[in-house]
Nanobody, 115 residues
Framework: QVQLVESGGGLVQAGGSLRLSCAAS????????MGWYRQAPGKQRELVAT???????SYADSVNGRFTISRDNAKNTVYVQMNSLKPEDTAFYYC?????????WGQGTQVTVSS
């Protein structure tokens, strides 16, 4: 089992920045890619960014150039630095960890961007 705990959400004005963190514990040696997803009210959960064990990032078009995902394998933690935030970035953000057998999810953290 893998446990994921997110932190860093909150309320920010448009144009501002936030950094989300996700700490993994448990059978962490099984983790391959980690990432962030988000879900806004009335919408499906969507990919924000992922990063491989080796550190190769991938981004959704909507956040590319504004968000930066990073990973500290020594701390078993993945981060996403979110800059130039827009009201449409408002959502519940979930951390994800992929193993060979299944995906794990954190409980999420709310990000609200006011206009």
């Amino acid at each position: 089992q893998v446990q994921l705990v997110e932190s860093g959400g909150g309320l920010v004005q448009a144009g501002g920045s936030l950094r989300l963190s996700c700490a993994a514990s448990g059978r962490i040696f099984n983790i391959n890619a980690m990432g962030w997803y988000r879900q806004a009210p009335g919408k499906q959960r969507e990919l924000v960014a992922t990063i491989t064990r080796g550190g190769r990032p991938s981004y959704a078009d909507s956040v590319n150039g504004r968000f930066t995902i990073s990973r500290d394998n020594a701390k078993n933690t993945v981060y996403v630095q979110m800059n130039s935030l827009k009201p449409e970035d408002t959502a519940f953000y979930y951390c994800n960890a992929e193993t060979n057998l299944r995906a794990y999810w954190g409980q999420g953290t709310q990000v609200t961007v006011s206009s």
